[in-house]
């Protein structure tokens, strides 16, 4: 069983930078693929960036693409979103997730831990 916390998030003004950090208790952290995901409100949850449980494969959405980052850390238990770049669209609740999946699956449902989330906001 693994937990996650995230922790980096706050109030910036776009064009600024963020680092999000999620990190994970427990055993076996390298087992999981790990994911970020965002929930604007009154909108879905949708999916951000994905990364394998070696590091090597990373995944992205359209629209966060060539601005944000994902990158983990298993000797630390840790993985971390840098997003450059930001625009008000960006606002929303940002969640880090766990899937237990051995192939490429990116769909939300696939990803069984979820942390609390941690709230972005971008002004203009």
């Known amino acids: 069983q693994v937990q996650l916390v995230e922790s980096g998030g706050g109030l910036v003004q776009a064009g600024d930078s963020l680092r999000l950090s999620c990190t994970a208790s427990g055993r076996d952290f390298s087992n999981y693929r790990m994911g970020w995901f965002r929930q604007a409100p009154g909108k879905e949850r949708e999916f951000v960036a994905a990364i394998s449980r070696s590091g090597i494969r990373t995944y992205y959405a359209d629209t966060v693409k060539g601005r944000f980052t994902i990158s983990r850390d298993n000797a630390k238990n840790t993985v971390d979103l840098r997003m450059d770049n930001l625009n008000p669209e960006d606002t929303a609740v940002y969640y880090c997730?766990?899937?237990?999946?051995?192939?490429?699956?990116?769909?939300?449902?696939?990803?069984?831990?979820w942390g609390q989330g941690t709230q972005v906001t971008v002004s203009s």
């Open positions: 997730a766990a899937s237990p999946s051995l192939t490429s699956d990116n769909r939300l449902e696939s990803f069984k831990v």
